[in-house]
């Protein structure tokens, strides 16, 4: 009886043994999928610039399970299946994650289990909703400038800003609940790339963020860039830099400083930036007696020098310097100064201090009067 009882423990122990081991373990339901089709499991690297294959499972009668060793810290996760285009966005963390998969619309797949998957959820729900908020008001646009209808646009302005407004004021709600929770990480990138909040603003919320979630790569590649962009918010010294023109001279900023300087980020390629073109120059002829320098950055792609030369002479903006060392978004002025976007405008006042950003048009004409005017 005694070896009996031993032999039911160690069994009990054995089972136990395999029960805590599954900590991050997903479990999928799915419909559609033939057997045999491989599920490949992947999380954000390090660098956080495209997934990585981390395991691979195998759907057998409609399921697939498998036991992935337990996360330090959690992630982003990704499922692609076999043969079929679209993932499923999940979160690492020591849970049983289970999904609920349709082959035709694996972009409506059911994901549960563990708070982050909660909260991912809600933020993901939140997104949808506000996408076709955005849908339905552009296609409401569309008709309404076909029939000319100018009081039905203004309206439809009016219902684009409260949409904006009511984004930010979600984004902030659902940051505030997860603080020590990746989707709330991911609120804060978005809310940085969506520009629906200054650099600035995203920085001190960052602060508030659980140091367990700071280990991510995510959180450190957004720390750098908040590092980048917060340098070049309106009231800090633009950082200066240096570049070859197109003969191959060294330009740097602090060479070509006025009483107003303009740092113009644009590209042969980029249509918006050629279409500022003539207003770029149009503001300078009007205000380069007084003070204004314009000192623009190419973010031509390599081998391109000869594309980016006949721009500057197509869109006669040679009466100014210009750099480029036509590394493309490698472009090494544009990532200290946090670009991710073209045209991209820097109005710097006579001390170097960054006074406004990214203005078009008679507003930016306007600006530079009132700051020579103040000069």
Known sequence: MKKLVIIVSAITMVFAA???????????????????????????GEDTRAPKVVDTAVIKNGHFEVDLEDTDVPNLGFLRFEGSNGSVLFIEENQKISFDINKDSIQNAKVSGGKENAALNEYMGHL????QKYMKLQAD??????????????????TQMELRDNDKVKKEEIFKNNKDSFVGLMVLTDMLNMKTHSATEVKKMYEELSDRIKQTPLAKKLKENLDQMSATDVGNKAPEFSGPNPEGKEISLSENMGKVTIVDFWAAWCK????????????????KDQGLNIISVSLDRPGQKDKWVEAIKEDNLGAWNHVSHLEFWKEPIARKYGVTAI???YILDDQGVIVAKNLRGDDLSNKIGELLSKS
């Not at 395999?18 to 045999?36: A, I, M, P, V």
């Open 18 to 44: 395999c029960e805590k081991d599954k900590g991050y373990y997903l479990s999928g339901n799915t419909e559609g999928f033939e057997d045999g089709t491989k599920v490949y499991i992947s999380e954000l």
């Open 128 to 131: 949808k909703d506000l996408n």
């Open 141 to 158: 646009s569309r008709e309404a400038m076909m029939k000319q209808d100018t009081a039905a646009l203004e309206n439809m302005q009016a």
């Open 272 to 287: 918006p930036c050629r279409a500022e073109s003539p207003n770029l120059v149009k503001v300078y002829n009007k205000y």
């Open 343 to 345: 045209p991209a405008t």
